[in-house]
């Protein structure tokens, strides 16, 4: 489950020059951030590991 306690390592979590701060890049409607930062049991959808070594690590 990926709640956004773990937007961390997402690849939508980006960090923005401008205001100095991560954001999620996902465009999604506010019910639905509402929801993910308000429901700890909420699975976000769009979370995609932002781990590129993970496909390596499996053809091994």
């Known amino acids: 489950m990926h709640s956004a ?3 961390t390592d ?3 979590y980006v ?3 401008e205001y100095e701060e991560y954001f999620c890049d996902m ?3 506010e019910d639905e951030y509402v929801r993910l930062i308000s429901d700890s049991r909420y699975s976000c ?3 995609r590991s932002g781990d590129e070594y993970r ?3 499996k053809q091994m």
Request: glycine share 0%; aromatic share 22%.
């Open 10 to 12: 997402c690849v939508y």
């Open 45 to 47: 959808p769009y979370y």
């Open 15 to 17: 960090y923005d020059e």
């Open 5 to 7: 306690n773990t937007c």
């Open 55 to 57: 496909v390596v690590r």
């Open 27 to 29: 465009d999604m409607d």
